[in-house]
């Protein structure tokens, strides 16, 4: 099976910075990778498929990055609405998700 | 706008069957082009893929559940189901219905979500 790892776990960080998470996949993936944000008791919501497609209606303050085994997301401008954490997911063989990035407030 | 629901019992015993349904609205399952999923989550972790089937029936399933799932599709209803048998305190979580492209593809709709706790 395919392994997602994230990097970090958790930040802090401050409305207004720029953050990037890592998600790297243990064999390569090509661009099958997507990207979720999860509030507390909410479901998954899609932000970025084909590692760098942003799903409709979703900020363009958000975008992703990588092929293969590494990738990124990127948040330009931190919001308010945009402490929660997030999740990469690999769909090259069946779909395994990374263990998840919480983005707190400092 | 599609939406889905998930449905059923919230408590499940030691041993036992987990059941879940999950009902479509603003699509049809029989149209085609997608996969119908589970996801589950267990309590303050990651996401865990289950499984999903096409509307024809043909389904794949995570290999680490696969001895114990089974996933079924109700087109008549635009419902498909979860099954998991034997389960265990480790099987509690919230579980998500989810709507999968065909193919290379990914969850875009969820459900809500429906804890489900497994206890004596």
């Known amino acids: 099976a395919i392994r997602m790892t994230q990097s970090p776990s958790s930040f802090s960080a401050s409305t207004g910075d720029r953050v990037t998470i890592t998600c790297r996949a243990s064999?390569?993936?090509?661009?099958?990778l997507a990207w979720y944000q999860q509030k507390p008791g909410k479901a998954p919501k899609l932000l970025i498929y084909?590692?760098?497609t942003l799903q409709s209606g979703v900020p363009s303050r958000f975008s992703g990055s990588g092929s293969g085994t590494d990738f990124t997301l990127t948040i330009s401008c931190l919001q308010s609405e945009d402490f929660a954490t997030y999740y990469c997911q690999q769909y090259y063989s069946h779909q395994t998700f990374g263990q998840g990035t919480k983005v707190e407030i400092k | 706008q599609v939406q889905l629901q998930e449905s059923g019992p919230g408590l499940v015993k030691p041993s036992q069957t987990l059941s879940l349904t999950c009902t479509v609205s603003g699509g049809s399952i029989s149209s085609g082009g997608y996969y119908w999923s589970w996801i589950r989550q267990h309590p303050g972790k990651g996401l865990e893929w289950i499984g999903y089937i096409y509307y024809s029936g043909s389904t794949y399933y995570n290999p680490s559940l696969k001895s114990r799932v089974t996933i079924s599709v109700d087109t008549s209803k635009n419902q498909f189901s979860l099954k998991l048998s034997s389960v265990t305190a480790a099987d509690t979580a919230v579980y998500y219905c989810?709507?999968?492209?065909?193919?290379?593809?990914?969850?875009?709709?969820w459900g809500q979500g429906t804890l489900v706790t497994v206890s004596s």
């Open positions: 084909a590692a760098s």
């Open positions: 989810a709507r999968t492209g065909a193919g290379y593809s990914y969850p875009d709709y």
């Open positions: 064999q390569g993936i090509s661009s099958y």
